[in-house]
């Protein structure tokens, strides 16, 4: 069965989380936040209750779409590796849109619909979050804009017919619907976009227009928490079959479905001294984790937000055209960074050549097409189980597969026909 609360691991940091700040310095208030959110999430994301219970409409529909999702050996796997090391994974690819964002979609929908939110904007990468959340509006009945950033807008033509079959506006950021996007615009009108200037279009069309809020599918706590139902389920699911990981990986953008199964882990780390690894996999061409400098930022790229601490690649940082939308992000999760600062979570980075030969490798093996940001934790997993023939040794690996490349064949295309660009 699916959990009955989240975890909030804000308590059992090594250390607090600095404070949000605006840009004079001064503290941002949790009031503050409201007009942007809903004040229920807004309790959460600074609340230090160790745990927080899953509201029950919440729950029930968790079930609906087919919590809990599966945990399943990577067997086939194993044996073309020739590894003495066990492989999970945590399917998340099962859910109805395909990929874990729907797991804080659906909660911050519930928390709109019942304070009466008529309308929400959201920014959208790959485009996982926008169809998730485009799900949960239509579920709960709110009316939502999305804007996704160019290049991926452009690339995958059909995570965009999913947000609109579910009734969400989808447009291509940078758009000319904000003064935001307008400026980028004009700097150049082909930009390609980012996760920063989606996130800053969202949030301005958001304070702009009456009884709209905004809703956000990375980096800050309570979307991490609401996601630490993945990593809730994969303990019960491993104990059941008399497991336990000694590495557990993921990849990074914002941090979202990496914390979303490690941080029950982790927990088990910090608080019961359990011997366990974290590796967290990022590309190359957006190191924000293994270069990006630890400091204060904005979460955007026009300086809406509130200033997070955290490691960044600095907020005007353009990506590449990488396949892995879902990555293309300059910060991350606040949270994530100070585990990161303590040598909790180990860093690793791979090239777009790297991470579309393990999916295809894992597609061959284990037939499931990943999404290329799940290839990330994919190829994290194979090189793992490498090191464990290399050195003779079982190793429980456990990973999460946080999505489905059905919907982005345009990459395996370029990598299986030489066109992606060693560079990247």
């Given at each position: 069965m699916a959990p009955k609360e989240w975890y909030n691991i804000l308590p059992d940091l090594p250390e607090p989380v600095p404070p949000m700040r605006k840009p004079d310095g001064s503290v941002v208030?949790?009031?503050?936040?409201?007009?942007l959110f809903a004040k229920e999430v807004v309790r959460q994301e600074f609340s230090q209750d160790r745990w927080i219970p899953i509201p029950e409409e919440v729950r029930n529909t968790y079930l609906e779409i087919g919590r809990p999702t599966p945990l399943i050996r990577a067997k086939r796997l194993e044996e073309y590796l020739k590894t003495p090391a066990k492989i999970y994974f945590k399917?998340?690819?099962?859910?109805?849109?395909?990929?874990?964002?729907?797991?804080?979609?659906?909660?911050?929908?519930?928390?709109?619909?019942?304070e009466g939110t008529e309308r929400l904007t959201t920014e959208t990468g790959a485009g996982q979050w926008g169809s998730a959340l485009s799900l949960a509006t239509a579920l709960f009945d709110i009316a939502l804009r999305v804007y996704m950033v160019r290049i991926s807008y452009e690339q995958k033509p059909y995570r965009r017919i999913?947000?609109?079959?579910?009734?969400?506006?989808?447009v291509p950021s940078p758009s000319p619907y904000t003064q935001v996007g307008k400026k980028f615009l004009e700097q150049d009108p082909n930009h390609p976009g980012s996760l920063g200037i989606a996130i800053a279009e969202a949030i301005e069309d958001a304070v702009t227009h009456e009884n709209t809020k905004y809703s956000l599918g990375s980096v800050l706590n309570h979307v991490i928490l609401h996601q630490t139902v993945i990593g809730l389920e994969a303990k019960k699911q491993m104990e059941a079959l008399g497991e336990y990981p000694d590495v557990v990986i993921g990849c990074v953008g914002g941090g979202s479905n990496y914390a979303g199964l490690a941080y029950p882990f982790v927990y088990d780390r910090l608080k019961g001294g359990k011997e366990v690894r974290f590796v967290a996999a990022e590309p190359k061409s957006v190191p924000s984790m293994s270069k990006g400098e630890y400091r204060y930022d904005f979460g955007d790229s026009a300086g809406l937000t509130p200033m997070l601490k955290m490691h960044t690649l600095g907020h005007d940082f353009v990506p590449p055209k990488i396949h892995a939308g879902g990555l293309r992000y300059h910060g991350v999760a606040?949270?994530?960074?100070?585990?990161?600062?303590?040598?909790?979570?180990?860093?690793?980075?791979?090239?777009?050549?790297?991470?579309?030969?393990?999916?295809?490798?894992?597609?061959k093996t284990e037939g499931i097409i990943p999404a290329p940001e799940s290839d990330h934790a994919v190829k994290a997993a194979i090189e793992e189980a490498l090191k464990a023939k290399e050195e003779g040794e079982e190793r429980v690996i456990l990973f999460n597969l946080s999505g489905?490349?059905?919907?982005?064949?345009?990459?395996?295309?370029?990598?299986?026909?030489?066109?992606?660009g060693s560079h990247l």
């Open positions: 208030k949790p009031e503050e936040l409201e007009v399917y998340e690819g099962v859910t109805p849109t395909g990929s874990h964002k729907v797991n804080t979609a659906l909660a911050q929908a519930y928390y709109h619909s019942k999913v947000m609109e079959t579910y009734g969400a506006e989808v606040p949270t994530l960074s100070i585990l990161i600062n303590h040598g909790i979570v180990e860093p690793v980075t791979y090239s777009q050549e790297e991470i579309f030969e393990a999916g295809r490798i894992f597609a489905h490349g059905l919907l982005d064949l345009k990459g395996y295309d370029d990598f299986l026909h030489g066109r992606l």
